[in-house]
T-cell receptor, first 119, second 110 residues
Framework: DTGVSQDPRHKITKRGQNVTFRCDPISEHNRLYWYRQTLGQGPEFLTYFQNEAQLEKSRLLSDRFSAERPKGSFSTLEIQRTEQGDSAMYLC?????????????????FGAGTRLSVL | GQNIDQPTEMTATEGAIVQINCTYQTSGFNGLFWYQQHAGEAPTFLSYNVLDGLEEKGRFSSFLSRSKGYSYLLLKELQMKDSASYLCAVTNTNAGKSTFGDGTTLTVKP
């Protein structure tokens, strides 16, 4: 078990550019979550997938944000036309639904995050 | 909606015991989590309560009262490495969305 991995770890971009982040969850986990965290605050929920289905999406998420998990394994988060307010740490987490071989139910394990800076 | 409240900062002495409180108001509940987060790092799982009562795990214990919308994390025999932010999070009914508090920054002094 290699844990949740995220790529890249850091991304610096200019305002108006598009960026894409990748998350590889723990292999036995069927649930995958994206969060955003700014300094001094807790992680803010963005969206979550169960297998390949996107089951919930925050109302705070603008149309510039889109996430996919096409084969129920890795996921990508894309931000179009980035704004300075998008600067944050983007965290991915995965969890098991409690099915056989998936490990303890509902505990979310986080990746190291992708730190985005929009200039 | 969901609202999670926890103190912003706490200070304690090495070797002592500290209790970090968390109160929540949620539209659904399927469990309460505590995470530890060191500066610049990802949150790491500490404990999970879904039923009322105390869960003990080594130096860390967590308590839940669903009727009061209240939890606490108890850290015993504090060590310097326990200096970190402690996040309280509540998961909604279908165990999907989790709402996090803004964290309690604990400073352990010699």
């Amino acid at each position: 078990d290699t844990g949740v991995s995220q790529d890249p770890r850091h991304k610096i971009t200019k305002r108006g550019q598009n960026v894409t982040f990748r998350c590889d969850p723990i292999s036995e986990h069927n649930r995958l979550y994206w969060y955003r965290q700014t300094l001094g605050q807790g992680p803010e929920f963005l969206t979550y997938f169960q297998n390949e289905a996107q089951l919930e999406k925050s109302r705070l998420l603008s149309d510039r944000f889109s996430a996919e998990r096409p084969k129920g394994s890795f996921s990508t988060l894309e931000i179009q036309r980035t704004e300075q307010g998008d600067s944050a740490m983007y965290l991915c987490a995965s969890s098991s639904q409690g099915l056989a071989g998936g490990g303890p139910k509902n505990i979310q394990y986080f990746g190291a995050g992708t730190r985005l800076s929009v200039l | 909606g969901q609202n999670i409240d926890q103190p912003t900062e706490m200070t304690a002495t090495e070797g002592a015991i500290v209790q970090i409180n968390c109160t929540y108001q949620t539209s659904g509940f399927n469990g309460l989590f505590w995470y530890q987060q060191h500066a610049g790092e990802a949150p790491t799982f500490l404990s999970y309560n879904v039923l009322d009562g105390l869960e003990e795990k080594g130096r860390f214990s967590s308590f839940l009262s669903r009727s009061k919308g209240y939890s606490y994390l108890l850290l015993k025999e504090l060590q310097m490495k326990d200096s970190a932010s402690y996040l309280c999070a509540v998961t909604n009914t279908n165990a999907g969305k989790s709402t996090f508090g803004d964290g309690t920054t604990l400073t352990v002094k010699p």
